[in-house]
């Protein structure tokens, strides 16, 4: 992929700041939103006129609620979000806690050479996942899973920007490598729905829209869909607070001083983590200026009008939630990272939207939230994070947004 739209939108961010623009992007009109305004019309007045363009990662990993759109997304919605909004906080708190202190150790192992492993997050996450919500199944695969995660979500991202009827060259040994990785992945997902636990709600409610539930329903496409969404971008969210605490001292240590402060088993009480206001400022300013999904692309069915731009039918819009967030009219001195302007000193002036907003919003963000800060407070309490040297390259987009050569954070032992 040679169009980078992290820093595409960084860029936009700061040449046209707070403004929707028109750009050209690998020879398509794009509308840029960058006001809460015109993110609000496309997102929640007027959803049903803007489809998902996510066709890649349709075709890579198949249909599910991650990709669709209109009656499809909704029946797929119907059937997951009752029981991903059911899902048991403290089980969650604990599995996140248990995995982080491994990911602590993990950290600090010789072969690791003192660097932020951003891989050893990713298994992090998809071992909470597996442990919360499928009972433990594929945890012990979630380094194969996990490398055969990137294979797909990078090879779909390689196509994202090319427009559905482009001549857009394919490589044929790679294409047949995401073949192989893709039948491997199906098989691992497949195992999963053999004796399904009896008190596995996630699980058999999977199974039995698969068998009896909407046409083109297929269980293993949602649960792929579950770990792209679900722990792929927990685990980028994840990476951005630990270099966020890297470049700001001061704040980890206000975030340590309070984690310090609790008992061991409040370390996995989500109502006592969710009432920490220097962690809660830490994660939702992490959120704000690296968002873990930068942008929410839609393309227009019919004629509207988006902060006074006229939109054509098939009009491709970045919802840019860097530019959102980075907007001065909400954010004063919006590039600056200031953990104390999200409630630490009073009202809140404005609230991001790292998760979207609207009928389309993450089902999964309360999960996510819980389980950052549960991970955060563990990794403080054990482990210092310093600024390094390390050239971290150019961002890397799969959906979630990262560092191509990982995050600039070395990590020491608490003294």
């Not at 939103?33 to 066709?55: C, D, F, I, M, T």
């Not at 394919?170 to 073949?179: E, S, V, Y």
Request: charge should be negative; charged fraction near 25%; aromatic fraction near 6%.
């Amino acid at each position: 992929m040679t169009f980078d739209p992290c820093s595409f939108l960084y860029e936009v961010a700061q040449t046209d700041n707070a403004r929707t623009v028109i750009r050209e992007v690998e020879g398509r009109r794009v509308v840029v939103v960058q006001s809460v305004e015109g993110a609000n019309h496309v997102l929640r007045s007027n959803p049903g006129n803007y489809r998902k363009e996510l066709w890649p990662f349709r075709q890579v990993m198949g249909a599910s609620r991650l990709t669709e759109d209109g009656d499809n997304w909704a029946q797929r919605e119907a059937v997951t979000q009752p029981y991903l909004a059911k899902f048991d906080p403290a089980r969650l708190a604990i599995k996140s806690k248990e995995h982080a202190d491994l990911l602590a150790a993990r950290l600090l192992e010789p072969e690791t050479a003192g660097r932020l492993e951003q891989f050893a997050i990713d298994v992090t996450t998809i071992r909470v996942l597996s442990d919360t919500l499928l009972d433990g199944r594929l945890a012990d695969e979630a380094e194969d899973f996990a490398s055969d995660l990137h294979v797909m979500l990078d090879y779909a991202a390689s196509y994202a920007f090319s427009g559905r009827d482009s001549n857009t060259h394919i490589d044929r040994q790679t294409t047949r490598n995401l073949a192989r990785i893709r039948q491997r992945m199906l098989h691992r997902l497949t195992q999963v729905r053999q004796d399904l636990p009896a008190g596995d709600i996630v699980l058999h409610a999977l199974d039995a829209a698969d068998r009896d539930g909407p046409d083109g329903f297929v269980f293993e496409h949602e649960l792929m869909q579950l770990f792209s969404a679900g722990a792929d971008t927990s685990a980028a969210a994840l990476g951005w607070c630990c270099q966020a605490l890297a470049e700001n001292q001061s704040t980890q240590d206000n975030v340590r001083a309070e984690v310090s402060a609790l008992q061991a088993t409040q370390l996995s009480d989500p109502a006592v983590i969710s009432r920490l206001p220097w962690l809660n400022g830490l994660v939702d300013e992490t959120l704000r200026l690296y968002p873990p999904i930068p942008m929410l692309g839609r393309l227009a069915k019919a004629p509207d009008v988006v902060d006074q731009f006229n939109i054509e039918p098939e009009t491709l819009v970045f919802v840019s939630l860097i530019g959102v967030h980075r907007n001065h009219l909400l954010w004063p001195d919006p590039d600056a990272f200031c953990a104390r302007r999200h409630g630490l000193d009073g009202a809140r002036t404005a609230r991001a939207m790292p998760f979207s907003t609207g009928p389309r919003i993450c089902g999964g963000s309360r999960f996510a939230i819980i389980e950052l800060k549960v991970i955060l407070a563990s990794l403080v309490r054990q482990l210092h994070f310093v600024p390094s040297e390390l050239d971290p390259g150019e961002f890397q987009w799969r959906i979630s947004m990262r560092r191509k050569l990982g995050h600039p954070v070395n990590v020491l032992p608490l003294d």
